[in-house]
């Protein structure tokens, strides 16, 4: 983005079709809130943040491996300039439950042997959840992180208990909760695959979305605006003349 870069941006994920979109672009943020920089302008984007997250309800994260979910990385190809830089990496995250393929989702990295943390939120009244995965998504300058943001169906939930509640802007850190996985060959299982050490399937569990606290990282999930994986440093702080 010549250098300017980018501030927080909203993604919108629809639970019908699972498709991505942005709320607002970066250039459209830029353009609207950050190309006269002031403290009002700031203020505003702020109250944007709030706005889009105020009537929706926040996704906890849970344990990957008490919910017998394992995930396995295999590095895909590389996307290398003329001058033999590599600009990144692909990779394939399959994903399984009780020894079982749920799905494969193509993500972004940068060295074939950094590691990806993959963190899961139970979306409330359903069989999907979202998987948050966190990892230096390119070598520009060495590479930065980013974290992106996948939905999987048919999910049984097993343990809705709560690990995080609140995560705040900064990059995922490793938990009780998620997994640190690393790119293997096609041939080799995993060992972050929660089923190698899963003899027997516990009993789903439910829970009403009143035990759901929520707060998360800058997504929207949802089929219209239904569900928020948030922070909660997005709250404006109460200005005595709020701007609309």
Not at 52 to 80: H, P
Not at 191 to 204: G, K, R
Not at 223 to 228: A, E, F, N, S, W
Request: charged content about 20%; hydrophobic content about 30%; proline content about 4%.
């Amino acid at each position: 983005m010549g250098g300017k870069g980018c501030p927080s941006i909203i993604h919108a994920i629809s639970l019908t079709n699972v498709q991505d979109t942005e709320v607002k672009t970066c250039d459209e943020v830029f353009q609207q809130f950050f190309k006269n920089y002031s403290e009002e302008n700031q203020n505003k984007y702020s109250q944007f943040i709030y706005d889009t997250y105020q009537n929706l309800s926040y996704l906890g994260s849970v344990s990957l491996k008490k919910n017998n979910i394992g995930v396995n990385v295999e590095f895909i190809s590389e996307n290398v300039a003329e001058d033999g830089e590599v600009y990144w990496r692909e990779f394939d995250a399959i994903i399984s439950q009780d020894g079982k393929s749920l799905t494969r989702t193509r993500f972004r990295g940068c060295s074939k042997d950094q590691p990806h943390i993959f963190e899961g939120y139970r979306i409330p009244n359903t069989d999907s959840m979202a998987i948050l995965i966190s990892n230096k998504g390119d070598c520009f300058e060495g590479g930065y992180v980013n974290e992106s943001l996948h939905v999987i169906k048919g999910i049984k939930y097993y343990d809705t208990n709560i690990v995080r509640s609140i995560k705040e802007e900064s990059a995922t850190e490793p938990n009780t909760g998620n997994m640190v996985v690393y790119a293997t060959s096609k041939d080799v299982v995993n060992d972050n695959n929660a089923n190698s050490t899963s003899t027997t399937s516990p009993v789903p569990q439910k829970n009403s979305v009143a035990e759901i606290i929520l707060m998360v990282t800058i997504f929207v999930v949802g089929t219209t605006l239904g569900y928020v994986v948030g922070r909660k440093s997005a709250r404006p702080q109460s200005p005595s003349n709020p701007t609309n």
